[in-house]
């Protein structure tokens, strides 16, 4: 059976549900009505579904016996930024915006899930639908595991849009799929005084600016040149008045590895350059660490079920190897779990105009990607239990 043909039949059906989902996002971890409209739908198609999480749901498809049990996932989390879009399906919450293409993900899954659950009957298992929340922030994943909604799953299939790709191409590796991310906060605390008498204050302001300088230096001088390393400082925020010297200082960031053991290198670094250059300037830092995501490892197996059902679909030639990504991505917390494998879907249409970076206000994807991911979903559950 020609599964592309097969999704594509349900395009229209597709498009409205991406629509939707884009005109309504939600922040991570609050994605409340979202998660309603999900389960609304798996009641449609009477799927059963728990809870994992307050905003997590996992669809359960019973097969016509007993077997493994294989997890699709994709998740459903929106950003906190603005729409720059004039479409006519542009986000209609302020401040928040479908700029990754989860809209896609869960609209593909939802298609898929109609399908294999009209198929049910062909499955020699059971097939788990995970609609995970909290990607972007890394919290979903782990709440989806901590439910204990797939304790007892085999393995696990993700998949995600991307802008980097033309529509029409796949991407995907064996081993090291993306990088472990590290979020820090970093707070210095200063005393405050008048602007026209410095010297008795401790400037915040300047020792935090100073420190947003200095950290560069954990990538130059404290990581090893040939394991890949990557930091950014993405948040500061200092002062309340233009002639008052600031108290308080913040930094917030995030450092990447392709290497687990490089995390504790990073960190140690981290805080000792904050409490040096903090002290320089007669202030005091305090340092926080948060793990976002760990290492994506794509199992061979897995992988090589994955690299067969995109060639079904796109042909070999469209599918390609993933040149490795210090992109961070939470889908690695279901290896505590299960192995996993993780595929990239071409959605960039030049032609079309369709080609902005992900988390950028003018964000889109080309919906002619969202049957190929549907038809990659049920694809890999047809490879897996090996249906023909």
């Keep these: 059976m020609d599964i592309l043909s097969e999704a594509k039949k349900r395009q229209e059906e597709l498009v409205s549900t991406r629509r939707y989902l884009?005109?309504?996002?939600?922040?991570?971890?609050?994605e409340y009505e979202t998660a309603e409209y999900v389960r609304r739908r798996l009641d449609e198609m009477g799927i059963p579904w728990l809870e994992a999480g307050k905003t997590g749901t996992v669809g359960m498809i019973e097969g016509n016996s007993p077997g493994r049990i294989l997890g699709l996932r994709g998740d459903i989390d929106a950003l906190e930024m603005t729409e720059l879009n004039p479409c006519s399906y542009a986000s209609k919450n302020p401040g928040l915006m479908h700029a990754c293409g989860h809209d896609g993900h869960t609209a593909a899954l939802l298609g898929a899930a109609a399908y294999?659950?009209?198929?049910?009957?062909?499955?020699?298992?059971?097939i788990k639908l995970i609609f995970q929340p909290g990607e972007e922030n890394g919290q979903g994943a782990r709440t989806v595991v901590e439910s204990g909604a797939v304790k007892d799953v085999d393995g696990i299939f993700g998949l995600h849009v991307s802008n980097s790709l033309p529509i029409g191409e796949a991407t995907i590796r064996k081993g090291v799929m993306s990088s472990a991310n590290d979020k820090f906060r970093i707070w210095i605390k200063g005393r405050g005084c008048h602007g026209s008498a410095p010297q008795n204050g401790a400037d915040a302001l300047l020792a935090g600016a100073s420190l947003v300088q200095s950290l560069q230096s954990v990538i130059t001088r404290e990581s090893d040149p040939l394991k890949p390393t990557v930091m950014t400082v993405g948040i500061f925020q200092s002062g309340t008045a233009f002639n008052i010297l600031p108290e308080d200082a913040y930094i917030e960031g995030s450092i990447r590895v392709l290497e687990e053991r490089q995390r504790a290198v990073n960190r140690n670094a981290i805080r000792r350059i904050a409490a040096a250059t903090a002290t320089a300037y007669k202030c005091q830092a305090s340092v926080d660490f948060e793990i976002t995501a760990k290492v994506v490892f794509n199992d061979h197996k897995m992988t090589d079920t994955a690299i067969r059902a995109a060639s079904k679909?796109?042909?070999?030639?469209a599918v390609k190897e993933q040149e490795?990504?210090?992109?961070?991505?939470?889908?690695?917390?279901?290896?505590e779990t299960a192995p996993v494998t993780y595929i990239n879907i071409g959605s960039r249409n030049e032609e079309k105009g369709i080609s902005s970076p992900h988390h950028h206000g003018t964000f889109d994807i080309d919906e002619d990607c969202l049957p190929i991911c549907m038809a990659m979903y049920i694809q890999y559950a047809w490879e897996y239990f090996g249906i023909e």
Excluded: T
């Design 116 to 126: 294999l659950q009209e198929h049910r009957d062909r499955i020699p298992g059971k």
């Design 22 to 30: 884009h005109q309504h996002p939600e922040a991570s971890m609050q």
């Design 324 to 335: 490795l990504s210090l992109g961070a991505e939470d889908f690695a917390e279901y290896l």
């Design 313 to 317: 679909i796109l042909g070999a030639e």
